[in-house]
T-cell receptor, first 111, second 112 residues
Framework: SQQGEEDPQALSIQEGENATMNCSYKTSINNLQWYRQNSGRGLVHLILIRSNEREKHSGRLRVTLDTSKKSSSLLITASRAADTASYFCATDTSNTGKLIFGQGTTLQVKP | NAGVTQTPKFRVLKTGQSMTLLCAQDMNHEYMYWYRQDPGMGLRLIHYSVGEGTTAKGEVPDGYNVSRLKKQNFLLGLESAAPSQTSVYFC???????????FGPGTRLTVT
């Protein structure tokens, strides 16, 4: 079964608006990662947040992690049409190096 | 650096045929992974390797075999292809368990 569940499954916003995606997981983690996938392409790493971190920023991206609630959120500020993609969270639950991916959120940013 | 490359990019097989997908990375990464992605779904881990000569099963290993004879290469084999194996296959590598994964561009496989 999937470790991560993402919400919403699909999101449509106007350019300039903020987009928030959520990820919930079931077991304790070493770290949680967010990836972006453009249509027909491989996944690209966005941010890695470790279990002892609560918030991390990278450009227009902000990721939070609440280990007590077993949840994370990805915020994209001032969205652009080029942000249109699917976004996946992935959890690293052991020292074996396995990542378990959620089913993703499809984001559409309308110009 | 080419990063992670996958060969071939597309393939059509008939049921029962066999094939091998090749993944190569030039980043000297220890860990390598094979995933499959089906429409509207996330990635499911097939097999992975934490170092040269080692392999381990992921979530959906049945019908697949792997080998990691060289550190830079990770091969995924389908011995007798089935229509249920129609999917997009992604390879990824990772320096170690503390770091992110780097993905290849994918192989689109259709089994008829």
């Amino acid at each position: 079964s999937q470790q991560g569940e993402e919400d919403p499954q699909a999101l449509s916003i106007q350019e300039g608006e903020n987009a928030t995606m959520n990820c919930s997981y079931k077991t304790s983690i070493n770290n949680l990662q967010w990836y972006r996938q453009n249509s027909g392409r491989g996944l690209v790493h966005l941010i890695l947040i470790r279990s002892n971190e609560r918030e991390k920023h990278s450009g227009r991206l902000r990721v939070t992690l609440d280990t007590s609630k077993k949840s994370s959120s990805l915020l994209i500020t001032a969205s652009r049409a080029a942000d249109t993609a699917s976004y996946f969270c992935a959890t690293d639950t052991s020292n074996t190096g396995k990542l378990i991916f959620g089913q993703g959120t499809t984001l559409q940013v309308k110009p | 650096n080419a990063g992670v490359t996958q060969t071939p990019k597309f393939r059509v097989l008939k049921t029962g045929q066999s094939m091998t997908l090749l993944c190569a990375q030039d980043m000297n990464h220890e860990y390598m992974y094979w995933y499959r992605q089906d429409p509207g779904m996330g990635l499911r881990l097939i097999h992975y390797s934490v170092g040269e000569g080692t392999t381990a099963k992921g979530e959906v290993p049945d019908g697949y075999n792997v080998s990691r004879l060289k550190k830079q290469n990770f091969l995924l084999g389908l011995e007798s292809a089935a229509p249920s194996q129609t999917s997009v296959y992604f390879c990824a590598s990772r320096r170690d368990s503390l770091y992110e994964q780097y993905f290849g561009p994918g192989t689109r496989l259709t089994v008829t």
